[in-house]
């Protein structure tokens, strides 16, 4: 059940961890918590529900005060029901007043569980997050990124959601000293899922690539994407797309750059044939540096690219393909 501010105290993060890895999110959401933390004069708590508690140390070396250890061997697969009732359990014992989720595909899933379990509010996709006037503020884009909602709510635990890449990790300091408190996990037996097969995701992750060659819908036709990865080999990066060729089928949704897609943040971004949409800056603006090839002068793009090339990208790709090859 929900409560009141007045009952509540503390920030808290839940840690993710998949098949062993830390999701970098995680190292994130401490550092953005330990600001709010240290905003609220108050302690910041890692929760982490893992098969093995290996790692658990590493959450406080990166700024928790505090982590909640539960293991248990059901924490291995990503079925939302056994974590909901564990977090749900500790919220209800422990009160805090801020609880930050990453939104990647499992937390985005797991968030509005927890939330509705409690009865209380959620803020997906949380943008920005500062404590104003002893007043925690969830930001986040609305109206497909035309402004930027600034949203608070009284209800405890004030829970948002969070992008991969919004924030900076935090620095590891390894003597740094804090608590790590094991509990005994809720023994229910059975889940919502039983998993029937494992199978290999396409391994592409955008997000980590320090260099990414974009595709948009100067690209006429799908097998055209081998000049899009022939420069791609040429510079060692990965491919993205805006989303209009996804939508057409023509990739996988795992390379769409933009607001309903990937948030990049790579040293370099070179958009083929792309207008420069509000919704696809939205996932690549932070980018180092940015090269936009287009037909169109008055393209947007233009306004955020370090360097403009105007031309037909079926010219000026090959041609740059062939002089990174010559070099
Ligand atoms: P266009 O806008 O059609 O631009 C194509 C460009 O290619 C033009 O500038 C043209 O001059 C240029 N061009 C044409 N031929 C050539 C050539 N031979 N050589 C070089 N240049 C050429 N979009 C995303 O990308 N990512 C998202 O995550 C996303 N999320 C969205 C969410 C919502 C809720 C909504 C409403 C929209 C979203 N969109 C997203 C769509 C977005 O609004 C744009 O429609 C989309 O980004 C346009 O893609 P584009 O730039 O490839 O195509």
């Known amino acids: ?3 009141d501010e007045d ?22 959401l401490l550092n953005k918590g330990r600001e709010l933390a240290d905003d609220l004069d108050t302690d910041l708590t890692a929760l982490f529900l893992t098969p093995d508690g290996e790692n658990t140390q590493k959450f406080i070396s990166r700024g928790a005060d505090r982590v909640y250890l539960l ?20 919220v ?28 209380t509010g959620l803020t997906a996709d949380c943008t920005g997050l500062k404590i104003d006037e002893g007043e925690f ?20 635990p004030k829970m948002s959601t969070v992008r991969y890449k919004e924030f900076e990790e935090s620095e590891k300091d390894t003597n740094r000293d804090g608590d790590i408190i094991e509990k005994e996990p809720i023994d229910h037996s059975g889940g919502e899922v039983t998993i029937l097969d494992e199978m290999k995701e396409e391994e592409v ?18 097998q055209d994407f081998e000049l ?18 996804v939508d057409e089928g023509w990739i996988s949704r795992n390379h769409q ?18 207008s420069g949409a509000p919704q696809h800056l939205a996932g690549m603006k932070d980018s180092e540096i940015v090269v936009a090839i287009n037909t169109e002068p008055s393209a947007p793009i233009f306004d955020h690219a370090d360097y403009g090339i105007v031309g037909d990208l079926y010219e000026v790709v090959p041609d740059l393909v062939k002089q990174l090859k010559e070099e």
């Open 71 to 90: 293991e248990d061997d059901r924490f291995n697969y990503p079925d939302e029901y056994p974590f909901k009732e564990n977090i749900v359990r500790l």
């Open 1 to 3: 059940m929900a409560y």
């Open 257 to 274: 750059v933009g607001y309903s897609g990937k948030r990049v943040k790579p040293n370099l971004y070179i958009a083929c044939g792309i």
């Open 137 to 156: 503020v969830q930001i986040r884009p609305a109206f497909t990124g035309n402004i930027l909602a600034h949203i608070s709510t009284d209800r405890c």
């Open 7 to 28: 009952e509540a105290e503390g920030v808290w993060i839940y840690c993710e961890q998949e098949k062993g890895d830390i999701h970098p999110v995680s190292y994130e």
């Open 228 to 245: 899009i990865e022939e420069l791609c080999s040429a510079v060692d990066g990965k491919v993205g797309s805006s989303r209009p060729l």
């Open 92 to 119: 209800e014992e422990n009160k805090p007043e801020i609880f930050l989720i990453g939104a990647t595909h499992f937390g985005r899933s797991l968030a509005p569980r927890i939330a509705a379990a409690l009865e």
């Open 205 to 222: 992750n955008i997000q980590e690539a320090e260099i990414v060659v974009s595709a948009g819908r100067g690209l006429k036709d799908s």
